[in-house]
T-cell receptor
């Protein structure tokens, strides 16, 4: 089935540094990538939507210069948290939509998530 | 403001009992509804989707949708300890793929 490989699964960084999270679609081409953030005991909040080769569309209140999204290929999208601060500590999850190579069916699949802790 | 509301729980049920999870949504435009299970530290996994009023059954799970009342529920029969997780309700308008998620209900199935 359609799998999205997301890494790192956990990352700890110092305040002020930047962290990159990668999501790769396996067995399908991810034409659209959704990036979510989830704080403890809170719901998944959509941060941005990106289509391959286009600039990401950010949700209201999400700083595009702080959360850089790149979706340069149909199998890879990255989220970079720039100048991270403790309040950016959260669970970041990607979700890819695309067509399965084998069946041609459209799929919508979550990555496993990345736990970011900023000290 | 589109919202999906869930009781955060925890909802505790004994093993073998029926667990009933509820969700309400505010946007009448929402057409598609989903239940996800999320274990601690993991991403959500889809359990069921429902688009029409009434009941939809899949194994031990039954989803119920009442669009007039803007209400979605999930019943888990013969609850098992492995069902202990947070259950997220989500709504979307067909074709948009912008899902609105609830905060989730934590279910504890006691052995």
């Amino acid at each position: 089935g359609a799998v999205v490989s997301q890494h790192p699964s956990r990352v700890i960084c110092k305040s002020g540094t930047s962290v990159k999270i990668e999501c790769r679609s396996l067995d399908f081409q991810a034409t659209t990538m959704f990036w979510y953030r989830q704080f403890p005991k809170k719901s998944l909040m959509l941060m941005a939507t990106s289509n391959e080769g286009s600039k990401a569309t950010y949700e209201q209140g999400v700083e595009k210069d702080k959360f850089l999204i790149n979706h340069a290929s149909l199998t890879l999208s990255t989220l970079t948290v720039t100048s991270a601060h403790p309040e950016d500590s959260s669970f970041y999850i990607c979700r890819a939509r695309g067509q399965d190579r084998a069946s041609g069916a459209w799929v919508l699949t979550f990555g496993a998530g990345s736990r970011l802790t900023v000290l | 403001q589109k919202e999906v509301e869930q009781n955060s729980g925890p909802l505790s049920v004994p093993e073998g009992a029926i667990a009933s999870l509820n969700c309400t949504y505010s946007d009448r435009v929402s057409q598609s509804f989903f239940w996800y299970r999320q274990y601690s530290g993991k991403s959500p996994e889809l359990i069921m989707s429902i688009y029409s009023n009434g009941d939809k059954e899949d194994g031990r799970f039954t989803a119920q949708l009442n669009k007039a009342s803007q209400y979605v529920s999930l019943l888990i029969r013969d609850s098992q300890p492995s069902d202990s997780a947070t259950y997220l309700c989500a709504a979307t308008t067909t074709g948009t793929y912008k899902y609105i998620f609830g905060t989730g209900t934590r279910l504890k199935v006691l052995a």
